[in-house]
């Protein structure tokens, strides 16, 4: 049973549009992690945030705990963002569970 | 990645054959996951390190077995491989406040 859902699967757009990924989850949390996968397979971590808004370059997250979900924001779209997006949920004795991933490519 | 190194990268190995995959971090992380990614699904737990000799199942755990005899190792062993157990796996760490880190992964494939 996965615990975390994401939405959408599969994402294409144009260059420079503005993208929204969205996490939700069933279970309250201690924190959510947002994550990157190119490619070449390497994951990163690119915010972890348990309340409120977090920004980083074009990138912006955001989370809501009443209603369990948080957006993951990338503001003038470069194909350089192609990747896979991951949401993590923490929870005690820093347990995560995985969203499947956002696969979003971005054209030219 | 940085700080963290599994190996082997890749590996291809036979059916019913023990293999063991390493994870070595140099951050002195106290929490240390094995994960397998598939197709499909997420990132799912298989064993994880709350410390030298502590260790404990994940979700995926039959199939494998776990050591951590130092902080910094921690090795994953599949007792014998199985086409099933073909997969990349990621090691990662976790330290304070829910620093997460992972291993650029391994890709095994069992034939």
């Known amino acids: 049973k996965n615990e975390v859902e994401q939405s959408p699967q599969n994402l294409t757009a144009q260059e420079g549009e503005f993208i929204t990924i969205n996490c939700s989850y069933s279970v309250g949390i201690s924190a959510l992690h947002w994550l990157q996968q190119h490619p070449g397979g390497g994951i990163v971590s690119l915010f972890m945030l348990s309340s409120g808004k977090k920004k980083h370059g074009r990138l912006i997250a955001t989370i809501n705990i009443q209603e369990k979900h948080s957006s993951l924001h990338i503001t003038a779209s470069h194909p350089r963002d192609s990747a896979v997006y991951i949401c993590a949920k923490i929870f005690t004795g820093n347990q995560f569970y995985f969203g499947t991933g956002t696969s979003l490519t971005v054209i030219p | 990645d940085a700080g963290i190194t599994q190996s082997p990268r890749h590996k291809v190995t036979e059916t019913g054959t023990p293999v063991t995959l390493r994870c070595h971090q140099t951050?002195?992380?106290?929490?240390m996951y094995w994960y397998r990614q598939d197709p499909g699904h997420g990132l799912r737990l298989i064993h994880y390190?709350?410390?030298?000799?502590?260790?404990d199942k994940g979700e995926v755990s039959d199939g494998y077995s776990v050591s951590r005899s130092k902080t910094e190792d921690f090795l994953l062993t599949l007792e014998s491989a199985t086409s099933s157990q073909t997969s990349v796996y990621f090691c990662a760490t976790a330290g304070q406040n829910y620093g997460y880190t992972f291993g650029s992964g391994t890709r095994l494939t069992v034939v």
């Open positions: 951050e002195n992380h106290r929490y």
């Open positions: 390190s709350y410390g030298v000799k502590d260790t």
